[in-house]
């Protein structure tokens, strides 16, 4: 998928999101401008994570899984593919966008 597909480490995201979105547009060769840059500093700034509340999810209920099959099942393929190949091909650093890729972002 080369460069239009950008993998995001989630904990990377909730831990450090300016850098995120930073390596984001490194990846996808884009320009992040100083205006767009604030503005989302001033939201994230506004916007805490859980600000109304954790969310509560039933997977078992709602979905007929465990938490267990979720870790187990749901990401194998996707794990298999590209976040191994990831992990041996680059060394993490600080502010990478990560090696585990719990979610992704397409350009």
């Given at each position: 998928?080369?460069?239009?597909?950008?993998?995001v480490?989630?904990?990377?995201?909730?831990?450090?999101?300016?850098?995120?979105?930073?390596?984001?547009?490194?990846?996808?060769?884009?320009?992040?401008?100083?205006?767009?840059?604030?503005?989302?500093?001033?939201?994230?700034?506004?916007?805490?994570?859980?600000?109304?509340?954790?969310?509560?999810?039933?997977?078992?209920?709602?979905?007929?899984?465990t938490?267990?099959?979720?870790?187990?099942?749901?990401?194998?393929?996707?794990?298999?593919?590209?976040?191994?190949?990831?992990?041996?091909?680059q060394?993490?650093?600080?502010?990478?966008?990560?090696?585990?890729?719990?979610?992704?972002?397409?350009?």
């Open positions: 998928l080369g460069k239009s597909f950008c993998d480490q989630f904990t990377q995201l909730c831990k450090d999101p300016m850098a995120v979105v930073r390596g984001i547009y490194r990846h996808f060769d884009k320009k992040l401008s100083p205006e767009a840059e604030r503005q989302m500093e001033t939201y994230l700034k506004n916007n805490k994570r859980f600000k109304h509340g954790k969310p509560l999810v039933d997977l078992e209920g709602t979905f007929g899984v938490e267990r099959d979720m870790k187990l099942n749901a990401f194998v393929d996707y794990t298999k593919a590209f976040v191994m190949q990831k992990q041996q091909q060394p993490t650093s600080p502010g990478a966008l990560g090696d585990e890729g719990e979610s992704a972002v397409k350009g």
